[in-house]
């Protein structure tokens, strides 16, 4: 299993003991991979840019990830960017025997709601409160995975951190419904899958994400620091797709900055203004940068907590955050250093910080 604390598993070995093979996703990756114990966190994961304006994000859990010591608490969240600039954030919390997962593909059901599909087509239906979302995704690009979707964390890598993105990019229709007005349009989705054994917290120090299209150009990509324990690893995630097909997934080619670094009031984390990420193959050099407009979310992992578990994180001090950003995403190839294409476009992504700032 190799000797590094945090590592992407990637070896022959890892892919025999998953059960999974290189490059081929199967419909069961995107199943129930937990059984919603403590110590366990799961979610199926929906976003989308809507071309009426508005951002959609939908995501169902198992539990509250910044919570994982307990038992199956499944939840849904739904936030909606409206395009006259109103937001609605919306959290709900279910009993134990309203949550059913298929183990065999994407079939999540929390009460009357649910997450479906099969790498390729996926329904999405959910309400809370005033808010309600029923949405169809179909994917333009084939399901990836960097390597084995899973991280080890660990001298024997008994710690996982896990990630499918079944639908890197797809075609998206939504109705959202806010205090009963209803309002359908077309637009842009991704969807993802995560799960664990082992609080992300105790592993993962902050990562950045994000994902967006320009141009004939698709991308995903991440930098994830582990935390202290596991040595502060850079562990760097980075698709580029063109015309539908992958061309670009090594994460040894990948180089990430931050430029433009502040400190947000509302969470104090740092956070850079400009992130790039830069994928340098031979002469050719493929570059991706989220350029921040606005502030989509900014929010205390703690506020999340009730009661004993919120004395309890205020006691070790716990500070972790989740901030979601609006911007321009700007992807350019460069051969021998010249710019050969260069294409923009409208994106999100953001900056889970889970343990304190280095």
């Not at 900055?257 to 502040?262: F, S």
Request: proline letters at 5%; a negative charge.
């Amino acid at each position: 299993m190799g000797t590094s604390l945090a590592r992407l598993g990637s070896a022959p070995a890892d892919f025999d003991l998953i059960g999974i093979e290189p490059a081929v996703v199967q419909s069961w990756e995107d199943g129930r991979r937990t059984d919603g114990s403590a110590g366990t966190y799961e979610w199926w994961y929906f976003d989308a840019h809507l071309d009426d304006g508005a951002k959609l994000v939908v995501a169902f859990f198992t539990k509250d990830f910044a919570d994982v010591g307990r038992p199956l608490s499944p939840m849904i969240r739904i936030d909606l960017d409206l395009p006259d600039g109103r937001s609605h954030g919306k959290v709900a919390e279910w009993k134990p025997e309203k949550f059913s997962a298929s183990q065999e593909g994407c079939d999540v059901r929390i009460g009357d709601h649910f997450f479906r599909g099969d790498l390729h087509a996926y329904t999405i239906s959910a309400r809370i409160e005033n808010v309600a979302i029923e949405v169809t995704l179909t994917g333009d690009i084939p399901s990836w995975r960097p390597a084995t979707g899973h991280w080890y964390f660990g001298a024997e890598g008994e710690k996982e951190f896990n990630w499918l993105p079944a639908v890197p990019q797809g075609r998206v229709m939504a109705t959202y419904t806010v205090d009963g007005a209803a309002r359908s349009s077309a637009g842009v989705g991704y969807h993802d899958h995560n799960w664990g054994n082992a609080p992300m917290n105790s592993l993962i120090n902050h990562w950045y994400w994000g994902r967006g299209g320009a141009g004939p150009y698709a991308v995903i990509a991440s930098y994830i620091t582990a935390e202290k324990a596991y040595g502060s690893t850079p562990l760097p995630v980075f698709m580029l797709a063109k015309g539908g097909r992958v061309i670009a997934d090594d994460p040894a080619k990948v180089s990430f900055e931050t430029l433009g670094v502040y400190t947000d009031v509302t969470t104090g984390k740092p956070v850079g203004n400009v992130v790039r990420y830069t994928y340098a193959d031979g002469d050719d050099t493929y570059t991706a940068t989220f350029t921040r407009h606005r502030d989509l979310s900014l929010n205390k992992l703690i506020d999340s907590l009730q009661g004993p578990k919120r004395l309890a994180a205020k006691l070790v001090r716990f500070d972790g955050a989740y901030l979601r950003f609006e911007g321009e995403l700007r992807i350019e190839h460069l051969r021998a250093g010249s710019v050969v294409e260069s294409h923009t476009d409208s994106a999100i992504w953001e900056l889970m910080y889970m343990g304190r700032t280095q």
